[in-house]
């Protein structure tokens, strides 16, 4: 069964500055996906970012990017020029390429902003 | 506005009571979820619906009973909960592809009291 490992709890960066959050997955599949949320206090779950397993090139979205090691399982997410608005919980997640619709999750890691 | 509603945001409720979680989606998607969020735990899938039709059951208790009468519609009735059902319940719908990942309700709070 594949799991996603989060193995920060808690992260803090002063604004402006840049974060990585780490994220570790074990699979036996080759074709995958993955996934970056972000959980503010608002509640709602917001797809910040995703990788598709067979894509050599790392996925960018604005000042979030992602750090993909298909060899190594690890799937980090860089945010750099770090915002107050990004003070949120962020989870990493796992999806087969099969026909079952499930998303694996890590435990998260939330993210402090620093002023 | 999200494309995905649930209602109501905060729900107390009694051991004794009955109530039920709505959640809502307008985004043509085919498939639609219901998650448990509970502090410093990974995110519970407790049931899938593809098509209307139930595909999982994460061996949750009977007192949570999902219904999903249409596409965009998904329901969670509770009843007789104990106060560690206390969390945060997502409602969460996807399309076929697996590109994509999900769109996420802001959840409903529910207290067991």
């Known amino acids: 069964a594949q799991t996603v490992t989060q193995s920060q709890p808690e992260m803090s960066v002063q604004e402006a500055e840049t974060v990585t959050l780490s994220c570790t997955y074990d699979t036996s599949e080759s074709d995958y996906y993955l996934f970056w949320y972000k959980q503010p206090p608002s509640r709602q779950m917001i797809l910040v970012i995703r990788q598709e397993a067979y894509k050599q090139q790392n996925a960018t979205e604005n000042r979030f990017s992602v750090n993909f090691q298909k060899a190594a399982k690890s799937f980090s997410l860089k945010i750099s020029d770090s915002q107050l608005g990004d003070a949120a919980m962020y989870f990493c997640a796992y999806r087969s390429a099969d026909s079952n619709y499930q998303l694996i999750w890590g435990a998260g890691t939330k993210l402090i902003i620093k002023p | 506005e999200t494309g995905v509603t649930q209602t109501p945001r905060h729900l107390v409720m009694g051991m004794t009571n009955k109530k039920s979680l709505k959640c809502e989606q307008h985004l043509g998607h085919n498939a639609m979820y219901w998650y448990k969020q509970s502090a410093k735990k990974p995110l519970e899938l407790m049931f899938v619906y593809n098509f209307k039709e139930q595909t999982e059951n994460n061996s949750v208790p009977s007192r949570f009973s999902p219904e999903c009468p249409n596409s965009s519609h998904l329901f969670l009735h509770l009843h007789t909960l104990q106060p560690e059902d206390s969390a945060l319940y997502l409602c969460?719908?996807?399309?076929?592809?697996?590109?994509?990942?999900?769109?996420f309700g802001s959840g409903t709070r529910l207290t067991v009291v």
């Open positions: 969460a719908s996807s399309p076929l592809s697996e590109l994509y990942g999900y769109t």
